[in-house]
């Protein structure tokens, strides 16, 4: 099985920042990909970033300016700074890591994190 693990979250006023943390362990081969959604209640779940492990990225309209992913591979981590934020950025953030499972045979894993809360007052 495979661990993803988010920190970092808080309640802070708009327009400062905060930086999410996400690590991933447990029975991995290799990680291919990895990303942040998030979760406002009574809403779905969206796409905020995401990285490959060769580093191209792509981000949600209303971050593009404000928000930063990269990642570590060595370390199978990947980092969200925030900037600027906003009441409408208050949501539950989950870590999302794509890869495969060591062994035989090869197999895929799609593991998600316990998310990690983000209050922004304004």
């Known amino acids: 099985q495979v661990q993803v693990v988010e920190s970092g979250g808080g309640l802070v006023q708009a327009g400062v920042s905060l930086r999410l943390s996400c690590v991933a362990s447990?029975?991995?081969?290799?990680?291919?990909?990895m990303g942040w959604y998030r979760q406002a209640p009574g809403k779905q779940r969206e796409l905020v970033a995401t990285i490959t492990s060769g580093g191209s990225t792509n981000y949600a309209d209303s971050v593009k300016g404000r928000f930063t992913i990269s990642r570590d591979n060595a370390k199978n981590t990947v980092y969200l700074q925030m900037n600027s934020l906003k009441p409408e950025d208050t949501a539950v953030y989950y870590c999302?890591?794509?890869?495969?499972?060591?062994?035989?045979?090869?197999?895929?894993?799609?593991?998600w994190g316990q998310g990690t809360q983000v209050t922004v007052s304004s």
């Open positions: 999302n890591a794509r890869g495969y499972y060591s062994g035989a045979p090869l197999m895929a894993f799609d593991a």
């Open positions: 447990g029975s991995i081969f290799s990680i291919n990909g």
